[in-house]
């Protein structure tokens, strides 16, 4: 099972050992591993991954709750895609972590018909989708990119770090932003954010990922 907890803002602070383990990963232009599950999985079959829609804070619940109905029944992998985030409190930078995509759980599955009429059979299951909720295949391409983008082993989007010029404008990134910097819209540097519009999941939409400066080390 693919799990990545998901940790409110109050939750968890984050210490200098965990800023350090957050930055400076990856050469420009570098991508993060696979997760191990899905290289096997690769490896094992053509499966494409779908999103399928629940309510907004509802994606870990439904993910655990596929995982303890369903068994691993028609399908390899339901996960939800997590981002690394930092918010400040008194001068700190304290970490959490939020759906990248909320709302969107992805499921790995070679059957996507009888899988979603599996979930929409199950009452437990259904009552966590979203009422219009639709169910789409995530190009291979697309797939791709949100694989170099997730950090080994889990399904999350690590915070980038970035060098920056005396005007605040950035010069280089390493990690998942380094595939964006042409699609930059938005900067919030001293919240650590920095916001890219991309054609992703079927649509043009904006995307918040974290970063990482020198002096957070």
């Not at 997590?82 to 001068?91: I, L, M, P, T």
């Not at 219009?132 to 690590?158: N, S, T």
């Not at 280089?172 to 919240?191: C, E, H, M, N, Y």
Request: aromatic share 8%; net charge neutral; with cysteine.
């Amino acid at each position: 099972m693919i799990n990545v907890m998901v940790r409110r803002k109050m939750e968890h602070r984050m210490d200098n050992d965990r800023i350090r383990a957050a930055c400076g990963r990856l050469r420009d232009g570098e991508a993060y591993p696979l997760c191990a599950k899905m290289q096997r999985n690769a490896k094992e079959s053509t499966g494409m991954w779908y999103v399928i829609q629940t309510q907004t804070g509802k994606e870990q619940e439904l993910t655990e709750c596929i995982e303890r109905v369903l068994k691993g029944n028609g399908y390899r992998a339901c996960f939800v895609i997590e981002q690394e985030c930092v918010w400040r409190n008194a001068g700190e930078l304290l970490e959490y972590q939020k759906p990248l995509f909320p709302s969107y759980v992805i499921a790995d599955t070679d059957t996507p018909e009888e899988f979603f009429l599996a979930l929409k059979r199950v009452p437990k299951l259904s009552k966590l989708l979203r009422t219009d909720c639709e169910f789409w295949a995530i190009r291979e391409e697309e797939k791709k990119l949100l694989c170099q983008m997730m950090e080994l082993d889990e399904c999350l989007v690590r915070r980038s770090f970035v060098t920056l010029d005396e005007d605040g404008n950035i010069l280089t990134a390493q990690g998942p932003l380094s595939f964006f910097l042409d699609k930059i819209v938005r900067k919030r540097i001293r919240k650590r954010i920095v916001t890219v519009e991309v054609e992703l999941l079927g649509e043009k939409r904006r995307i918040e990922l974290g970063i990482c400066l020198p002096e957070d080390k």
